[in-house]
Structures are given as C-alpha cells and as structure tokens.
C-alpha cells in the first residue's frame, strides 16, 4: 500500500509540474529534463510511469479538462429552468477562467503548436451542452435559428478575451475600478445578453436591456 501510494504521489508531482511547464512553453518548448528538475522526479522515473513525453501531456491535458467538467457537474442534477441553467452554468465557467489559468495556456499553446487533440473529457462535456440546447430547441425554449455549437462559442469566446485584455482595457480606458468589480459587471450584463435568447414555448425573446452596470 505504501509503494502504491508514493507512486501516486510521485505521478502527482510530475503532472503538477508538467501541467505548469507545458502552459509556460508549449509541448515542443518543454523537455523530460525540464519537468525532471521542477518535480524533483528522474527521467527515468518519468518515463517508467508514463512511458513517453507525448503520454504525459495527454494525461496533463484530461487531468485539466476533468477540472472544468467539474465545475458543471453539480447543476446537470439540479433541474434548473433553461435561463436559470444558463445563468448558473455561466457564472460557473468564468469563474473558472478566472481562477484556473494553465489550461487555456496550455489550449492555446496547442493551437499555436498545430497539437489540438481534444480532450476526451472536454469533448464529451462540449457534445453534451450541444445535445442539451438542441432539446431546448425541440421544446420550444431555445430559438432554432441559433446553432448549439455557434451558441456556445459565443459563450467561451468573450470570456478567454475579457480576461486577456481586462488589464489593457483598465490603463487604455482608465477605468478606476478594481477587476474584481469589472469581472462583476462584466458577468452580469454578459449574462444578462445570454440569458434572453432563452424563453418559454410559443413566448416572444425578451430584450436585453444594458442601460446599467448591474
């Protein structure tokens, strides 16, 4: 039991460090040697347990991809309303981004390097929230003239650019408050827009109004 425990321990360290190596500078522009002296780990020892730099980075990437199935996994259970679902599942991935920071690193630095293996995870999760808003769309809750993918990449989308350019925004526009006030207005009037394509069957879409911050 306790060599089964160092073990995990071990591959935990290595993953840890390699999670952060591979969001600094890519898979191409991380080495065994790299993640060897930051997780103190031989590369011997790495190898024995994930074989290959190429098998470590797959496992980087689902370990991270299970962190954001996470974060939505309790509301599947709840049985919201569609704008209540929407608002709860909004509010749980920005503050997501905003607090986990090496998997879109990691993301984009796949994208760069032409490496865009979709997690399994992540892809099952994506699949899932199309099938969903395609059965909101059968009930009448959903407007049919929005496709589910196109609808949830208006979700991601704007989030990842608010928080690579809330910093350039705040010293161009010299905004006084504090991020976390801006992340504030920003989560309520964004999902405020998203929220009104969502209604009741055979019901007019609302409008969206945006004449306040809150």
Not at 16 to 29: C, D, I, M, N, R
Not at 102 to 109: E, F, G, P, Q
Not at 132 to 150: A, E, K, M
């Amino acid at each position: 039991m306790r060599k089964k425990r160092d073990a995990e321990d071990t591959k935990t360290r290595v993953l840890e460090s390699a999670e952060k190596l591979f969001a600094g500078k890519g898979f191409s522009g991380t080495s065994i040697a790299d993640i060897s002296k930051s997780s103190g780990v031989s590369d011997g020892l790495i190898l024995y347990h994930f074989k290959s730099k190429e098998r470590l980075y797959k496992e980087v990437i689902e370990r991270s991809a299970a962190r954001y199935m996470g974060v939505l996994k309790g509301l599947r259970d709840k049985n919201l309303p569609p704008a209540e679902m929407m608002k709860e599942s909004l509010k749980a991935v920005f503050d997501f981004w905003r607090k986990d920071k090496t998997y879109n690193r990691i993301s984009l630095w796949a994208y760069l390097e032409r490496r865009e293996t979709t997690a399994v995870n992540e892809a099952k999760l994506t699949a899932g929230l199309a099938a969903y808003l395609t059965s909101l769309q059968d009930s009448g809750h959903f407007p049919r003239r929005i496709h589910p993918t196109v609808f949830l990449s208006m979700i991601i989308g704007p989030i990842h650019f608010w928080f690579r350019y809330r910093t350039r925004f705040t010293e161009i526009l010299q905004l006084t408050e504090k991020d976390e006030e801006l992340d504030d207005v920003f989560l309520k009037q964004f999902s405020r827009v998203l929220t009104s394509f969502f209604h009741e069957p055979n019901q007019p879409v609302k409008s969206s109004t945006t004449s306040d911050s809150g």
